[in-house]
């Protein structure tokens, strides 16, 4: 009965809240956000914080990894923040974060 009553569970969260389409759009966008930072760090590491920009690894894959730590770090709030610094404008669809 317990595993039954999981199923569902797992069913309805599914549909309502992991897979949902405003979920899903925002997923993407989030997505696309990190991706654009990553871009940018990557073209120029001046965009880091000393700290950050001084541990640099010097050559790939670590380059790369210490850039994706750099961003896995960050609050959703200051991604948006450095985007902004950035990019000039806020990423659409993510005012909430």
Known sequence: AMAQEERAL????YENLYLHSE????????SH???KLFAAYSGDTSLMPDQWRMS??????ATSRHIADF??????RYAMDQYAAI??????GLSNV
Do not use: C, N
């Not at 990019?87 to 659409?92: D, I, L, N, Q, T």
């Open 10 to 13: 797992k069913s309805f969260m």
């Open 87 to 92: 990019y000039g404008s806020r990423p659409e």
């Open 23 to 30: 979920q899903v759009t925002t997923a993407q966008r989030a």
């Open 71 to 76: 961003i896995a770090g960050m609050t959703d």
């Open 33 to 35: 956000v990190i991706a």
């Open 56 to 61: 640099l690894p010097a050559s790939e894959p």
